[in-house]
């Protein structure tokens, strides 16, 4: 059974602090207090995110120019925590957000909704379950419509998803059921605001990918036929821009090197560039917007450490020229110094092209799955 020990102590928190709103985009909501995490134990893990620029090289827009665009920094809030769990996933489009976690007991999934005001992280109550299995992803585009991704709870190795209908103003969602849709492990979905989906996994022959149109009517993916990515390694993560520009990254089948892709959707399938490695660590996550700019956060290792921030350049023209600047021409990203943003495991970030939202368990054990949040501004 997942416990609710968290709930609890966080509307305790919350009603000492008057936190219980009755006003908002739906019914009375769970205001999430704002306390700084205590670093109280010695399996808390360091994460890493970094930022980038991506542009299109369009209307004569030169690789030397691009040098010139900066890339944005994010100023976060503080951390709050909201539940008990482990791998977690965030998804965030327009001022609503879901996010998705395992129990750490047991193979249950249970989900979160919610939404920003004025950069505070509002949740429209406790944690629901909606299926079971393990290693949940969610991803969520503009219009309010929801894909999960998640292996099933025996370890067969079975894939299934359900497309989610949020509705902002009820402060409700609408899942539909789970459906089967391949083998494999380690999934992980991106959706854009023209309903295209793609997603990647994980079997025998390495990382698979598939391209879709989802369908929130139906509640249903139209799933294309499975594309080898002619690579391997663990942990993988997507996002997809309403472009069909495709940002992928993953760590090593064994160590801890860190790569990522750039593709593009080309009808039923992405047209992928080479895997490059771009930094040392484990669990990256990876979100990108309409505008270009890619953020993406990873555990840095199994020590002590700390969370970083970074900037990249990626033009999207696969033909341009490198720059000595280190500004990314084609389908390869830069990325700049890491930036120490806060200390966790298995981390996740979203965003809705303005601002930033990451999730995050604080360790890997069972006594120490407390899950925290934190909405960024980008500057």
Not at 4 to 20: D, F, P, Q, R
Not at 220 to 232: E, F, K, L, T
Not at 354 to 367: C, D, I, K, P, Q
Request: proline share 4%; charged share 10%.
């Amino acid at each position: 059974m997942k416990s609710i020990v968290n709930h609890n102590t966080i509307e305790a928190t919350n009603s000492a602090h008057g936190a219980l709103l009755t006003s908002g985009p739906g019914p009375a909501v769970f205001a999430m207090s704002r306390f700084r995490k205590r670093y109280v134990s010695a399996v808390l893990r360091n994460l890493k995110v970094g930022l980038g620029l991506a542009a299109t090289i369009a209307g004569g827009l030169t690789a030397a120019s691009a040098t010139a665009q900066t890339p944005p920094s994010i100023t976060w809030c503080d951390w709050s925590q909201y539940d008990e769990g482990i791998e977690t996933s965030i998804a965030y489009a327009g001022s609503q957000f879901m996010e998705v976690h395992s129990s750490q007991w047991e193979p249950s999934l249970w989900y979160h909704y919610g939404y920003i005001d004025s950069n505070n992280v509002q949740h429209t109550g406790p944690s629901i379950q909606y299926d079971s299995g393990q290693w949940p992803k969610i991803s969520m585009n503009s219009k309010g419509t929801a894909v999960e991704v998640h292996n099933d709870a025996a370890g067969i190795g079975t894939l299934w998803y359900h497309v989610i209908s949020c509705n902002p103003s009820a402060g409700a969602t609408d899942f539909g059921g789970s459906v089967f849709f391949d083998y494999g492990s380690m999934p992980c979905v991106a959706v854009n605001n023209n309903n295209v989906v793609v997603e990647e996994q994980i079997d025998v022959n390495g990382f698979h990918c598939h391209v879709g149109t989802v369908n929130a009517g139906t509640a249903r993916v139209g799933w294309s036929p499975a594309q080898n990515v002619a690579d391997s390694g663990q942990s993988p993560a997507i996002s997809v821009n309403d472009s069909g520009v495709v940002v992928e990254v993953h760590g090593a089948e064994s160590g801890n090197l860190l790569y990522y892709r750039v593709g593009r959707v080309n009808g039923s399938n992405i047209v992928w560039g080479p895997s490059t490695q771009f930094d040392s660590g484990f669990y990256p996550s990876v979100a990108l917007t309409n505008s270009g700019t890619v953020v993406e956060v990873h555990l840095a290792s199994y020590t002590w450490g700390s969370l970083w921030m970074g900037c990249d350049n990626l033009i999207d023209d696969f033909n341009a020229l490198y720059e000595s600047t280190g500004v990314v021409v084609g389908n390869q990203i830069v990325w700049s110094n890491p930036v120490i943003f806060d200390e966790g495991f298995q981390p996740s970030v979203a965003t809705n092209g303005l601002a930033v939202l990451e999730s995050h368990t604080s360790g890997s054990a069972s006594y120490d799955a407390n899950l925290w949040m934190s909405w960024g501004a980008f500057n």
